[in-house]
T-cell receptor
């Protein structure tokens, strides 16, 4: 069965450092992969989308890589700030089925000042 | 940008009653909306895909008679939890794709979620 795995342990990081999160998947051939941010008691907010034919995407302090051979995506937050503290979710889509997304369990990031 | 409004943000009800949650796309038309459920410290689980003008498509294990979905217009989808029980207590989140200002057709814009507590 399809499985999307993110590190369930919280990531504690010092302000200014780079946070790196991992998203691994099995039994899936996604057309694209997305990363969302979710704050407690709120809905997820879209951050970045990377397609299967792309290796890397950047947006301000965020960088995403996508390795379809390893079936893995890495999500980097550079120069992290306390305001970056949140749960980060990866989501995979096939491109069909009306944009239906399957989400990983999320990784909580805590940036300490 | 694309905005999805969800109401109510939280609701407390007695066991056996029904609760309706509304999801509106404010500045775009959404032919498809998605309803997710999230338990504490767990990921989003897709419950159903709501299609405007037709019946919703439910994921395996989700009771369609328990979770009634209506998508009567291009900007409104509703989820009704019928005869709610304490085990239905959860965080329900709707989403829609597309809309001017969104980052692309494959990107979902989520509502803020509705916290349901059944006593």
């Amino acid at each position: 069965s399809q499985k999307i795995e993110q590190n369930s342990e919280a990531l504690n990081i010092q302000e200014g450092k780079t946070a790196t999160l991992t998203c691994n998947y099995t039994n899936y051939s996604p057309a694209y992969l997305q990363w969302y941010r979710q704050d407690p008691g709120r809905g997820p907010v879209f951050l970045l989308l990377i397609r299967e034919n792309e290796k890397e995407k950047r947006k301000e302090r965020l960088k995403v890589t996508f390795d379809t051979t390893l079936k893995q995506s890495l999500f980097h937050i550079t120069a992290s700030q306390p305001a970056d503290s949140a749960t980060y979710l990866c989501a995979l889509g096939s491109g069909a089925a009306g944009n239906k997304l399957t989400f990983g369990g999320g990784t909580r990031v805590l940036v300490k000042p | 940008g694309a905005v999805v409004s969800q109401h109510p943000s939280w609701v407390i009800c007695k066991s056996g009653t029904s609760v309706k949650i509304e999801c509106r796309s404010l500045d775009f038309q959404a032919t498809t909306m998605f309803w997710y459920r999230q338990f504490p410290k767990q990921s989003l689980m897709l419950m159903a895909t709501s299609n405007e003008g037709s019946k919703a498509t439910y994921e395996q294990g989700v009771e369609k008679d328990k979770f009634l979905i209506n998508h009567a217009s291009l900007t409104l989808s509703t989820l009704t939890v019928t005869s709610a029980h304490p085990e239905d207590s959860s965080f329900y989140i709707c989403s829609a794709s597309g809309g001017r200002g969104s980052s692309g057709a494959n990107v979902l814009t989520f509502g803020a979620g509705s916290r349901l507590t059944v006593l």
